[in-house]
């Protein structure tokens, strides 16, 4: 991809990775849209200048009608980061997360997908396009306490690889961001100063670092995510081993990583 001079459009840009990003696209001088569900996020970017478009990613008629108008609004959006997302514990002896499993799998996999489809056709129209998937390490490596969100990011990273495979002899560019357990509130406020989560700063330090060095990189992997990213290649006992250990010492601190 190329760092400057792009249109583009950040899901859950009103917060965390999605506002950090934003504010770090911008810098290299490209024009950023960011939409949010919450109003009051939406009113904090406006007042950083960002251009911005309320929407619930698990409303379908919404999405299409956001994807709608920013197209009207911003003719030459040539990029969108699919950040939004959300993380909820469950309990599943209780069998009664179905409302969690459902809202869930609609923001985080079905929000996405039906986003592209709405931006696809006019993202091919542009000579230089991106599509840029945020999973998690949890795709890789999952968290029990978080079952359906660690499903949703695989399914993110599966649905990603063919993305790119479908469109890779056209204009655009499908890259997937795997952030480790990073100082945001997607959890809630105790995440965003909890000693375990990188530092957002760093984590969006390093993930601009890994840009410029490589603009055409498949995934962009700091190094706290890549013990997840690798978990599977060490075998099936040690990562069994690996992913009941990161699941023990889960349970017995209740610190979550992503």
Known sequence: MKLTDNTI???????GIGLALARAFRELGNEVIVSNRSE?????????????YAVDMADP???????AQVLSDYPALNGVIQNAG???????????????????????????MRLNNALIPHLLKQDRAFIMT??????????????????????IH???????????????????????YV????????????????????????????????PDTREILVERVNFLRTAESKGMNAYYELFNGFNDQMASTRTTSV
């Open 86 to 112: 959300i993380m909820q514990m469950e309990n599943l002896l209780n069998g009664n997360t179905q409302q969690v499993q459902d809202h869930t799998i609609a923001v985080n996999l079905l929000g996405p």
């Open 40 to 52: 009051e996020r939406l009113a904090a970017a406006r007042a950083e200048g960002f251009a911005t």
């Open 158 to 180: 599966s649905y990603t690889q063919s993305l790119r495979y479908q469109l890779k002899n056209t204009s655009i560019q499908v890259m997937e961001l795997a952030p480790p």
């Open 183 to 214: 100082q945001t509130t997607l959890t809630g406020e105790h995440q965003a100063t909890d000693p375990h989560a990188m530092p957002l700063d760093e984590f969006i330090n390093e993930v601009m670092s890994i840009l410029k060095q490589n």
């Open 61 to 67: 008629a919404g999405i299409a009608a956001m994807a």
């Open 134 to 155: 945020v999973s998690s390490g949890l795709a890789f490596l999952p968290a029990a306490m978080f079952p359906t969100y660690s499903a949703t990011k695989a399914a």
């Open 9 to 15: 459009l950040i899901t859950g840009g009103g917060s």
